[in-house]
C-alpha cells in the first residue's frame, strides 16, 4: 500500500478501547446554563469516572478514579497543555468555556495523551460545513449567591466548502454569600474567552481545521487561600488536516499553547508577608493518527512528538530587609515522544477483543541556573536530567450475549512518569496538606495497574452503565518527612517539609453507576453515582480521592414548551485521616434542585428561558469555596435567557 | 489494668531516683529546630541554639569579608582575645565558607566552629550545611541558602577543652540569585 493509501485508510480519530464519550446527547440533568455546558460541569453531571476538585469559585480539576496530572493529562483536541500554578489553580478545562466545547472525552484506563489511569480529552468546537449559512445566538444569565452575571455569544457562517465561526463569553462575579447572608471576603472572580474556528474543505473526505482559543481570568478570588489570582492568561491554537474516509482516516495535527498565571495578594491585608508567584507555561506538538478498518477489525496508529517548558517563582516582601525569592518549579524543558497501536478485533458474534499497547519516551532537563543551585541545596547528588521510558498495554475482552447488553473485562499495566514538581520542586506549599513539597530526581516511574468489570445495558429509551474497578499504584509518589530537611527547615505556617519519594504500593477500588430513562415523551429520569475506597494514598494526593456521592433528576414536560427538572445531589461524609486532619473536615450532604425552562418559537427565532433554584435549604454550602471534591452549589436563584436565530 | 498502672508508677518512680526530667528533655527536643547536628564537636555547640544567644554581636563589613576582634571569658577566669573573619558574599545554593580565628596573630586550630544560617524573616534554617573543619590556617565548610534575600549567619566558638564557648556572634548577609 502505498503512502497516500495508508493516509486514505485512516479513522477520524484514535481512542482507546475503553472510552466514554460525554455527548452532547447524553441527558443533562441540570442543564438551565443559558450558555452550553462547560467542560468540568459536562463531567460533573454526566460522568461519574471523573470527579472534581475544587479549588474555589471556578477552577475545578478533573481526576479520573483520583488521578490527575501525568496519570491523567486533560488534553485539548488531544494537544498537551502544560500549568502555571504549583498549586493545580489553573487546571486546563479552567480556559475552555461551554461556547468553545463540542464535547469531554473519558478514557480509561489508558489514554491517548499516556495517561497510565486514563484522561480527560477536550473536544473543542468545530466550525462545520453545511449549508445553513448566517447562524447566531447569545445568552445571559444572573445568580443570586455571588451577584453573579454572564454573556455569551456566538456567530457562525458555513458553506459546503468553508465554515467559520467565532464565540465571545464573559463573566463577572461579586463576593459569594453565606448562608446567613454574610459575604464572604475574596471569592469574586472575572473572566473572559474569546474563541475562533474554520473549516476548509480539501477533498471529496478531508478538510483543514484552525482553532485559536484566548481565555483571560483577573481578580479570581480564592478564599481558602491567602492569596487570589491576580492574572490567568492561556492561548491555544492548532492546525489539523484530517481525512475521513470510508475504510479508514488520518489526522495530522500540529498546535502550540502557552499559559501564564500570577498568584495576587495585594488585597489581602492579613498576611504576614506579601509575595508575587507567577507561573508559566508553553507546549509545541504534533499529532499524527492512523487507522485502517478491515472486515473484522480495526487498527489504529497514533504518533505524538511535544516540547514544553514550565517555571514558577515566588517572590516574598518582609516587611523590612530584601525581598526574597525562589524558584518553586525551576524552569523544566520536557520531550516526548510516544506512539500507540490498538486493535479491536471482532472475535465472533458475540465476542470482542480490545489491545492497545503504549510506548512513549519522555526527557526532562532542568534548565534554570538558579534551579539547579537550589536543588543541589537539598541533594549534592541532585540529577538535572532525566529520562523515562513508558511502556503501557491494556486488554479489554467484552461479550454481548444479546443486542444492547455488553458486558466488558479490562486489565492495564502502564508506567507514569513522575510530575516536574515531583522531580524538581522546591518548598511548594500545598493546601490540600498544609505542608511544604520538595522535587526528589531520583524518583522512578509509578507502575500503575487497573482491571475493571463493566456492564452496559440499552433497551429502548434505557440506558444503564456501571462497573467496578481496583487499581494498585506500585512504587506510589507521595511525600514523607525527611530527617536532613526537617525540623532543621521549620517553616512558619506550615506543618513542615515533606520530600518525594517511591513510597509502597498504594490501592484503590471503586465503582460508578449511571442510568437514563425517557419513560414517555412526558417523563424522564437521570442519576449517577461514585464510590471509592483507598488503602496507602499518600496524604500528598489524599485530598483528590472523590467522596462517594452522586446525583440524580427527574424531568417533566406537562406541556411542549415547557420543562420541570427537580433534583438533588449528595455526597457522604469523607473519611478522616490521621495524617490530615483537616481533610476530614467535610460533612456529608444531600441538596435539592429544581430547574424550569421553556422554549418559544418564532419565525427563525427561537427563546429559551430559565429558572433554577438551587440548594435552599443547605446551612454549610460555604464550603464549596474550600480545598477539595466537594462541588456542592451555593443557595443560588438563577435565571437566565438566550436566543437563537 | 492494674499491671499496667503498677509499672507507670515504678517507672516514674525509677526516674525521679535518677534525676530524670522529662518535662524539661521533652521541652528542649521541641525547641530546637534550628540546631545544626554535628558529630565532632562539644555537646555545647551541639545543643547550641541561636534564639539563646545573648548580647548578639554582628561582624564589621570591610570589603567582601565582615571581621570582629572580641574577648571571651574563659572557665578559668583567663581571657582569650579571638578575632572571627568570615565572607559577606554569598548567592542561592551550595556556598563554600572559609573563616579565621585568630588567638593574638595565630591562627588557632585548638577550636571547633558551628554555624548555623537563618532566615529571620522566614523563622526557618537551610539543610545539608557541611560544618566546618580546621586545615591550612582556615576553618572551612559549606553552608547553603535556600532563598535570596537577607540571611543571619550564627557561630558557635568552641576551646577544644570545652573550657571557653562563645554563641554571641553572627553576620548578615544578602543572598543573591
Not at chain 1, 473526505?205 to 480564592?222: H, K
Not at chain 1, 499529532?287 to 497514533?302: F, M, N, V, W, Y
Not at chain 2, 557561630?155 to 543573591?176: A, K, M, P, Y
Request: charged share 20%.
Amino acid at each position: 500500500m502505498t503512502f497516500f493509501g495508508i493516509l486514505a485508510a485512516l479513522p477520524t480519530a484514535f481512542s482507546a478501547p475503553d472510552t466514554v464519550q460525554v455527548a452532547d446527547s447524553v441527558t443533562v440533568v441540570r442543564g438551565v446554563r443559558p450558555t452550553t455546558l462547560s467542560p468540568t460541569e459536562r463531567l460533573e453531571e454526566q460522568e461519574p469516572a471523573a470527579a472534581l476538585v475544587r479549588r474555589g469559585p471556578t477552577a475545578a480539576e478533573p481526576v479520573v478514579h483520583g488521578a490527575s496530572g501525568n496519570q491523567a493529562p486533560v488534553t485539548l483536541d488531544g494537544a498537551r497543555i502544560q500549568t502555571g500554578c504549583t498549586d493545580h489553580m489553573d487546571p486546563a478545562t479552567s480556559y475552555v468555556e461551554g461556547n468553545d466545547l463540542d464535547a469531554v472525552t473519558v478514557s480509561q484506563p489508558l489514554s491517548d495523551a499516556g495517561g497510565a489511569v486514563g484522561g480527560v480529552n477536550v473536544a473543542l468546537r468545530r466550525a462545520r460545513l453545511g449549508t445553513q449559512g448566517l447562524r447566531w445566538s447569545a445568552a445571559s444569565s444572573l445568580a443570586s449567591v455571588d451577584d453573579g452575571a454572564r454573556a455569551a455569544g456566538s456567530l457562525s457562517w458555513s458553506s459546503p466548502t468553508f465554515a467559520v465561526l467565532a464565540s465571545a463569553s464573559a463573566q463577572r462575579t461579586q463576593d459569594y454569600s453565606a448562608p446567613d447572608g454574610t459575604k464572604v471576603d475574596y471569592s469574586s472572580m472575572e473572566k473572559g474567552n474569546l474563541y475562533a474556528a474554520a473549516t476548509l474543505r480539501t477533498g471529496n473526505e478531508s478538510e483543514l481545521r484552525g482553532t485559536l482559543l484566548w481565555d483571560r481570568s483577573g481578580f479570581v478570588g480564592y478564599p481558602a487561600l491567602p492569596m487570589d489570582v491576580g492574572l490567568a492568561r492561556a492561548w491555544h491554537g492548532a492546525l489539523a488536516w484530517e481525512h475521513a474516509g470510508s475504510e479508514g482516516s488520518a489526522l495530522v495535527q500540529g498546535y502550540a499553547n502557552a499559559v501564564h498565571h500570577e498568584m495576587d495578594d495585594t488585597h489581602r491585608t492579613d498576611v504576614l508577608m506579601h509575595m508575587d508567584m507567577p507561573g508559566d507555561g508553553q507546549v509545541q506538538g504534533g499529532i499524527l493518527a492512523l487507522g485502517r478498518s478491515l472486515e473484522d477489525q480495526t487498527l489504529r496508529l497514533r504518533l505524538e512528538g511535544w516540547r514544553g517548558v514550565q517555571s514558577a517563582t515566588m517572590t516574598m516582601y518582609p516587611a523590612s530587609g530584601a525581598p526574597m525569592y525562589e524558584e518553586t518549579w525551576p524552569r523544566t524543558r520536557t520531550l516526548g515522544i510516544g506512539g500507540s497501536l490498538s486493535d479491536t478485533i471482532r472475535l465472533s458474534h458475540s465476542w470482542t477483543l480490545g489491545i492497545l499497547g503504549r510506548l512513549e519516551g519522555r526527557q526532562l532537563d532542568l534548565l534554570s541556573e538558579t534551579g539547579k543551585k537550589e536543588v543541589a541545596v537539598l541533594d549534592v547528588q541532585a540529577r538535572t536530567s532525566r529520562s523515562f521510558l513508558l511502556p503501557g498495554v491494556s486488554g479489554s475482552l467484552s461479550w454481548s450475549p444479546i443486542r444492547g447488553q455488553i458486558l466488558s473485562l479490562t486489565i492495564s499495566d502502564a508506567l507514569s512518569a513522575p510530575e516536574m514538581d515531583e522531580l524538581w520542586g522546591y518548598y511548594l506549599y500545598r493546601v490540600s496538606d498544609h505542608y511544604e513539597h520538595v522535587g526528589n530526581s531520583h524518583l522512578i516511574p509509578e507502575e500503575i495497574r487497573q482491571i475493571e468489570l463493566s456492564e452496559g445495558f440499552t433497551k429502548g429509551a434505557l440506558r444503564l452503565r456501571g462497573n467496578l474497578w481496583a487499581m494498585a499504584i506500585l512504587d506510589a509518589v507521595g511525600g514523607t518527612i525527611d530527617p536532613d530537611i526537617y525540623p532543621q527547615n521549620m517553616v512558619e505556617g506550615t506543618l513542615g517539609v515533606l520530600r518525594f519519594q517511591n513510597l509502597g504500593t498504594a490501592w484503590r477500588v471503586g465503582g460508578e453507576a449511571s442510568a437514563d430513562w425517557k419513560a414517555s415523551p412526558q417523563w424522564q429520569f437521570s442519576c449517577l453515582g461514585r464510590w471509592l475506597h483507598d488503602w496507602n494514598t499518600p496524604s500528598t494526593l489524599a485530598s483528590q480521592l472523590p467522596a462517594t456521592g452522586g446525583r440524580a433528576g427527574l424531568g417533566y414536560r406537562p406541556v411542549a414548551p415547557l420543562e420541570i427538572r427537580p433534583g438533588f445531589e449528595w455526597e457522604l461524609p469523607r473519611r478522616a485521616r490521621a495524617d490530615l486532619p483537616g481533610l476530614g473536615r467535610g460533612s456529608g450532604y444531600a441538596v435539592p434542585f429544581l430547574e424550569l425552562s421553556g422554549t418559544r418559537t418564532a419565525g427563525s427565532l427561537r427563546l429559551k428561558g430559565n429558572l433554577a433554584l438551587r440548594n435552599p435549604f443547605d446551612q454549610s454550602y460555604r464550603s464549596a469555596l474550600d480545598w477539595g471534591t466537594a462541588p456542592r452549589p451555593g443557595r443560588s436563584l438563577e435565571v437566565g435567557i438566550s436566543v437563537d436565530g | 489494668m492494674t499491671n499496667f498502672v503498677t509499672a507507670a508508677l515504678l517507672f516514674l518512680g525509677l526516674a525521679l531516683l535518677a534525676g530524670c526530667d522529662s518535662a524539661s528533655s521533652d521541652t528542649a527536643n521541641s525547641s530546637s529546630p534550628t540546631s545544626t547536628p554535628i558529630s565532632d564537636t562539644s555537646s555545647v555547640c551541639q545543643t547550641w541554639r541561636t534564639a539563646k544567644a545573648s548580647s548578639p554581636r554582628t561582624l564589621s563589613t570591610a570589603g567582601e569579608n565582615a571581621s570582629d576582634t572580641f574577648s571571651i571569658r574563659a572557665g578559668n577566669g583567663t581571657t582569650r582575645r579571638i578575632t572571627l573573619t568570615a565572607p559577606t558574599a554569598a548567592t542561592t545554593g551550595t556556598n563554600s565558607l572559609s573563616f579565621r580565628l585568630e588567638n593574638g596573630t595565630t591562627v588557632d586550630s585548638g577550636w571547633t566552629a558551628t554555624f548555623v544560617p537563618t532566615m529571620p524573616s522566614m523563622g526557618h534554617s537551610s539543610p545539608n550545611n557541611i560544618q566546618p573543619v580546621y586545615a591550612s590556617g582556615l576553618f572551612s565548610g559549606t553552608v547553603n541558602f535556600t532563598m535570596s534575600g537577607d540571611w543571619r549567619l550564627y557561630f558557635c566558638l568552641e576551646s577544644r577543652d570545652g573550657s571557653i564557648v562563645d554563641t554571641s556572634h553572627f553576620i548578615d548577609l544578602n543572598v543573591s540569585e
